[in-house]
């Protein structure tokens, strides 16, 4: 660094580590990005803490998916000025509204993509006064994602990476606990005309075979014992390398990695859910048979106008494929009510659909205008309140079909993965936990009893299930033990 005059400027090193705190909203992709940004930071010195009060900069890892997820990202930020700190906005709302966010919110720096590889340095700017421009948002469908794992050549695709210590992995766990998610891949390439995610995450670029597999070895040596694969589009990975076979080749091998006993894939896309890959998911062992699956409606119709394929019939066949493989397969997805142009009848299909296909768990949403959206220009507008009463009907509907679902269970062995001892306060032996149907984030839980004395956190255990609470279930061990933390 010099002056303007080109005299060498003294670096001030300051006397005690500086501390940050890192916040993170919305998906399982943004916590890995955070996990990553969180291990840069400490590679440059900064202490991670948990409370904003404690920081001397808090990092808001914003999600811009949809209206009410801005608003919480917003909020975040509004709310870690309170402690005093440097506040610094990141994310996915941050990339997609750059100048915008920062003009609108003075109290926070606003950072892109691009800074990610450098974020310590940005950090010591923003901590040192030094002056930053905010960046100009732009299409980044023809640009490479940007990823916080910065790699070299020598990294690219690492044949038997050592472990730990890559040097290419720049990952510090923030949440803890026995599961944890691995990104497989960045970007999308699909042209949902309800969606955004492509103008600012970029095309979709899968990573390395090796390079995800020696980020699971990691993550094993961390104590995780189920791995959570996620990206915009799982069923794409492999595609821009030109293998459509690459995840099917891939799962296996992630599966027999040592200490890791269970894998999960999420956000698969319906369309590209090849016959292979559905199989390697519902039969192989050390796969959980979990399709978190993205259907958004079932309406041909209405689903066209999406820019999307398939319908209640194509979906219904997934299904019934995938059970006659794994009888207790799991299933979730997100449907999308008050689509410009959906009718009644789009409507009652969707219920169909709902009602036949006994999913284990929906998360249902009212569409909004998104910002760069070719949906944004489409007739056959819905009123608000239009909008909110059908929500309000599918929700009641999934609420009453993910509960029978979950009674349907009962009677069943399920494997459940031991997250929590409930010991003290529900009786010895009592445990909370997930089964392979559950993901461990958002599809209900299972509460074990009967646990022997030696169980572990991230232990998975045979449950009869014998009661339920909505979609949680209630069940007691069925010993022996069938896979230990070890993954023996």
Known sequence: MTSPEGQPLAVQ????????????????????????????LAGDGYVLVE??????AVLVNTCGFIESAKKDSVDAILAATDSGAEVIAVGCMAERYGSELAGALPEATVLGFDDYAAI???????????????????????????????????????????????????RKRLAGGPSAALKIASGC???????????????????????????????ASQGVTEIVLVSENSTSYGK?????????????????????????????QPAELRPGLLEVIAATPGIAPYFDLSFQHSSPTLLRRMRRFGGTEDFL??????????????????????????????VAELERFLIEGRLDAVGVFGYSDEDGTEAVGLPGKLDQTEIDA????????????????????????????????????EGAGTWAGHAAHQDPDADGTTTITGVPADAVVGQILPAAVVDTEGVDLLARAVVPVLTAATGA
């Open 120 to 170: 310590g340095d940005r950090l010591d700017d923003v901590l040192t006064g030094r002056p930053l421009v905010p960046h100009t948002p732009q299409d980044r469908r023809t640009l490479l994602p940007i990823s916080p794992v910065q790699r070299t050549a020598a990294a690219a695709a690492p044949e038997a990476p050592a472990i730990p210590g890559h040097d290419w992995l720049k």
């Open 390 to 425: 059908r929500v309000r009907r599918i929700t009641d509907l999934v609420e009453e079909l993910t509960a029978q679902r979950a009674e349907e269970r009962i009677g069943s062995t399920v494997e459940v993965l031991l997250t929590e001892d409930l010991s003290a306060s």
């Open 240 to 268: 821009d390398a030109g293998d459509l076979r690459s995840l099917e080749k891939l799962l296996p091998q992630l599966a027999a990695v040592e200490g890791i006993a269970r894998l999960r894939v999420a956000y698969l």
């Open 317 to 346: 066949g997934i299904i019934e494929r995938a059970r006659a493989l794994a009888p207790g397969a799991g299933f979730r997805t997100n449907v999308i009510l008050g689509f410009p142009g959906e009718t009644e009848a789009d």
């Open 51 to 56: 409370d904003a009060d404690d920081a001397d």
């Open 13 to 40: 090193v300051p006397a005690t580590p500086r501390r940050v705190a890192v916040i993170t909203l919305g998906c399982a992709r943004n916590e890995v990005d955070s996990e990553e940004l969180a291990g840069r």
């Open 189 to 219: 390439d699909r042209r949902c005309s309800f969606c955004a995610i492509p103008t600012f995450r970029g095309a979709f670029v899968s990573r390395p075979a090796g390079e995800v597999l020696g980020e699971a070895q990691w993550l």
